[in-house]
């Protein structure tokens, strides 16, 4: 049986590697390994394409945020997943707002980074947004009361929930109860999809 599709993952843990690769050879998804971002590189200026890209972000030299960058200066078409063990807030924004389709922290579930991985590709097979879902999008946002707009605004410049209260003099779990609001009527699961979404709505450009 012919694989699904094709995958990069780029780890310089070879354990992460090993690992991965296993599952997803059961998942019958044909895997290549690099341990660092140099290798990959190499790969494709050798003529190598992928359907979907997961790469770890802390990496001897090329960090997975710089390989965005480079990625997408080169006009790759391929979605990026980026894992990581030392994630927080502000580095899932940066991921996304430089073109990341995803950020995953580490320990991460694999069923959790295969479906991202489909819907990464399933969304490189779709045109790009069209007026009407955009339409759609500003409607369900202009339904947030200001205090929740607020809260998805500094979630969305990557702050925590405790920093956001701080910030308004709510407390975190205030906090807390506004964003799982706020990610239910905007259709976000995560707040990379709660950032991505935004930047539509606002027309912003990955950096």
Known sequence: ???LFHI???????????????????????????????EFLAAIEGGQRFDCIVSDVRMPGMSGLDLVHRLKSGG?????????????VDMA???????????????????RLL??????IEKNQQPEIDAAELERL??????????????????VAGLSNKEIGSQLKISPKTVENHRAW??????????????????????????
């Open 182 to 207: 706020v990610m239910e009527r905007i259709g976000a699961r995560n707040i990379a999809e709660l950032v991505r979404i935004a930047m539509k709505v606002q027309g912003m450009p990955p950096d």
């Open 138 to 155: 500003r409607s369900r946002f202009m339904t947030l009361s200001a205090r929740q707009r607020q809260v998805m605004e500094l979630a």
């Open 8 to 38: 990069a993952v780029i780890d310089d843990d070879e354990a992460v590697l090993d690992s991965l690769r296993l599952y997803f050879a059961r998942q019958n998804i044909e895997t290549s390994c690099f341990a660092s971002a140099k």
């Open 1 to 3: 049986m012919s694989a």
């Open 93 to 111: 924004v940066a991921a996304i707002k430089v073109g990341a389709f995803d950020f995953i922290e580490k320990p991460f579930d694999e069923a």
């Open 76 to 88: 790759l078409a391929a979605s990026v997943i980026l894992i990581t063990g030392h994630g927080d």
């Open 115 to 120: 479906a991202s991985i489909h819907n990464a």
